[in-house]
C-alpha cells in the first residue's frame, strides 16, 4: 500500500508495514540472529548487496527495517537506521562523520551524555567541539574554524527549553558546506521536521515519546539523502550498535498512539505552565507554549505544538528542589522522559549533581530549575500533586 499521500495519523498506522506469507495484521517478530540463503549464488548475491536478502540481524532485519521505514517516512526523509539506544544513534553519527581534526559546534544545553562522550573520548581522537547558545545564530557563525564540519543541535533543548531557528542553522551551514544534524527527540516528527528546513540528519532517543511507554531504550538516525544515510547505515552495522526485533516491535506498537498521547500531553503541559506561572514559589516557566517564553514566536513557526515538556524555577535553590523531588506522589522522581506517565527531576541534586555550579550554570542548569515531563493523567491530578508538593517547601 502506498502511504506517502496519507495524513500524519494514517502513516502511523500503515508506513513500514508489509504482507508476509501469513497475511499477519501486524509487523511479525522475526526474532532471529542469521537467515538462511537460497543458495550459494543467493548468499554472495546478499553480501554484494545485488540482492535485498537479508543476512544477519546486526545488519538488517524484517521487523527492524519496518520500524526505518516507518520512522522515515514520518520525518519525510530518505531512510532509517535504528540503533540500540538513543546513545548508539548519537555515536553512529559522531563516528561516521566526524574525523581525527574534524571540529563541531553544538548547542550548550544539549543533552549531557551527547556533550560528555564528546568532551570527554572523541577528544583524545582529536576530534574537536564548540558548544555555544544556539538560540542566537551569530554564536554559531563566531564558533565555526576552518576545520568546522558539523553544526549539532537540539531543539528544544534539554532541559533549558531553548529553541534554535532551525531555517537560520541550514543557512549558516550552507554557506559554510557543514552538515547538520537535529536531535528531535523532545518534539517527535508530530510536532517538528527537520529535514523539511534542509537538515541532513535528524535523530530520536526513541526510548521517549516515540515509543512513548518507558518500556523498552532505543534511537533511530533519518538522513535526508543516501550520501550520508550510506555510511551512517555502515557505521551502526561496525559498532554493532542495532537494535533488537522485539524492540522494534515494540516501538512500532507504541507508534500507533503517537498524536493521540502527544495531543493529551501537551494539553495538559499547557494547563501545568499556566498554574507554575502563576504560583508564589516558582521564580519562571519555559514552556514553549507560553507567550513568555523568549522564542514564543519562533516556536509557533516551527513546531506544530509545544509539546509535553516544562522545565521552571523554584525560588530557594536546590534545597527547594530536593523537598520538592521528596514530596510529590503522582509524578515519578525519575529521568527519562515521553512516556504516558508524568516525570519529573531536579538536575541540580540529581543528573548535574556532581557537576560544579560554574559549569552547570553555563549551560543553563540553575540550582532551582526542574524538569517536568507531563503525562496523560487527569490534569486535576497532576496539578494537585504538584500543588501539594510545593507547599511543602
Not at 48 to 57: S, W
Not at 154 to 169: K, Q, S, Y
Not at 303 to 328: C, H, Q, R, W, Y
Not at 378 to 386: G, H, V
Request: aromatic share 8%.
Amino acid at each position: 500500500m502506498e502511504t506517502k499521500d496519507l495524513g500524519f495519523d494514517s502513516k502511523l498506522i500503515h508506513a513500514g508495514t508489509f504482507e508476509d506469507q501469513f497475511g499477519s495484521a501486524t509487523v511479525p517478530i522475526y526474532q532471529t540472529s542469521t537467515f538462511k540463503f537460497k543458495s550459494a549464488d543467493h548468499g554472495a548475491a546478499c553480501f554484494a548487496g545485488e540482492d535485498d536478502g537479508y543476512i544477519y540481524t546486526r545488519i538488517n532485519n524484517p521487523t527492524i527495517g519496518s520500524l526505518e521505514d516507518l520512522v522515515a517516512e514520518l520525518e519525510n526523509g530518505y531512510r532509517g537506521v535504528a540503533c540500540s539506544s538513543g546513545m548508539g544513534a548519537v555515536n553512529t553519527i559522531y563516528m561516521a562523520l566526524l574525523e581525527k581534526g574534524a571540529h563541531m559546534i553544538s548547542t550548550a544545553a544539549v543533552y549531557g551524555p551527547s556533550r560528555v562522550v564528546m568532551e570527554k573520548h572523541y577528544s583524545r581522537f582529536g576530534v574537536e567541539s564548540t558548544y555555544v547558545d544556539t538560540c542566537d545564530p551569530e554564536n554559531i557563525r563566531k564558533a565555526i574554524r576552518p576545520n568546522t564540519k558539523m553544526i549539532f543541535i537540539e531543539t528544544p533543548a534539554n532541559p533549558t527549553m531553548d529553541i534554535t531557528d532551525l531555517a537560520e542553522v541550514v543557512k549558516i551551514a550552507k554557506e559554510h558546506n557543514l552538515i547538520t544534524v537535529a536531535d528531535n527527540t523532545f518534539c517527535s516528527p508530530y510536532l517538528q521536521k527537520p529535514l523539511d528546513y534542509g537538515f541532513d540528519l535528524v535523530f530520536h532517543s526513541i526510548t521517549k515519546f516515540l515509543n512513548g511507554h518507558a518500556d523498552i531504550v532505543g534511537g533511530i538516525i533519518i538522513a535526508k539523502d543516501k550520501k550520508l544515510y550510506d555510511p551512517v547505515r555502515a557505521m551502526m552495522v561496525a559498532l554493532g550498535c542495532n537494535m533488537d526485533p522485539h524492540q522494534a516491535y515494540m516501538v512500532i506498537r507504541g507508534l500507533k498512539t503517537l498524536s493521540l498521547r502527544m495531543d493529551r500531553s501537551q494539553q495538559n503541559a499547557m494547563k501545568v505552565a499556566e498554574f507554575l506561572e502563576k504560583h508564589p514559589k516558582v521564580k519562571w516557566v519555559k514552556f514553549p507554549g507560553l507567550k513568555s517564553h523568549p522564542q514564543y514566536e519562533l516556536a509557533q513557526k516551527q513546531m506544530n505544538g509545544p509539546g509535553g515538556m516544562i522545565s521552571f524555577e523554584l525560588k530557594g535553590g536546590i534545597d527547594a528542589g530536593k523537598t520538592f523531588m521528596n514530596s510529590v506522589k503522582l509524578a515519578l522522581l525519575a529521568v527519562s522522559l515521553g512516556g504516558v506517565e508524568s516525570l519529573i527531576q531536579h538536575p541540580a541534586s540529581m543528573t548535574h549533581s556532581k557537576m560544579d555550579k560554574a559549569s552547570r550554570e553555563n549551560s543553563g542548569i540553575t540550582d532551582g530549575l526542574v524538569r517536568f515531563s507531563v503525562g496523560i493523567e487527569n490534569i486535576e491530578d497532576i496539578i494537585k500533586d504538584l500543588e501539594q508538593g510545593l507547599d511543602k517547601i
